[in-house]
């Protein structure tokens, strides 16, 4: 299975950046998609997912300002932020869980793919 994660970049603050990430590979199906995001020093922490029936879930920091979707037939999960902030900067990762058997799922990450904003 592989994560191909794309749209990081630099922009102002108060711009807006378009996160998508795309599952291939051998797997049954996508139970869950979502993003995480990393400064230097900190955890992990999450930002926004996607659940099956489209249900969303959104980090307090990022809620209102950002839509998360998931495009079940072409496996990919697109994260758009608007209003952007200077705290968001950080390298943002690609989260899925992927059913691999009748009862079965594992868990995979993205390569992690930079956001950057300035002020």
């Known amino acids: 299975v592989q994560l191909q994660a794309s749209g990081g970049g630099l922009v102002q603050a108060g711009g807006s950046l378009?996160?998508?990430c795309a599952a291939s590979g051998s797997f049954l199906?996508?139970?869950f998609?979502?993003?995480y995001r990393q400064v230097p020093g900190k955890q992990r922490e999450y930002v926004a997912g996607v659940g099956t029936?489209?249900?969303t879930f959104?980090?307090?920091s990022v809620k209102g300002?950002?839509?998360i979707s998931r495009d079940n037939?072409?496996?990919t999960v697109h994260l758009q932020m608007n209003s952007l902030k200077p705290e968001d900067t950080a390298v943002y990762y690609c989260y899925v869980r992927l059913w691999t058997g009748r009862d079965t799922t594992r868990d995979y990450w993205g390569q992690?793919?930079?956001v950057t904003v300035s002020s």
Do not use: E, F, H, P
């Open 18 to 20: 378009r996160l998508s």
């Open 29 to 31: 199906s996508v139970n």
């Open 33 to 35: 998609m979502g993003w």
């Open 53 to 55: 029936g489209d249900s």
């Open 58 to 60: 959104y980090a307090d």
């Open 65 to 67: 300002r950002s839509t």
């Open 73 to 75: 037939g072409k496996n």
């Open 112 to 114: 992690g793919t930079q």
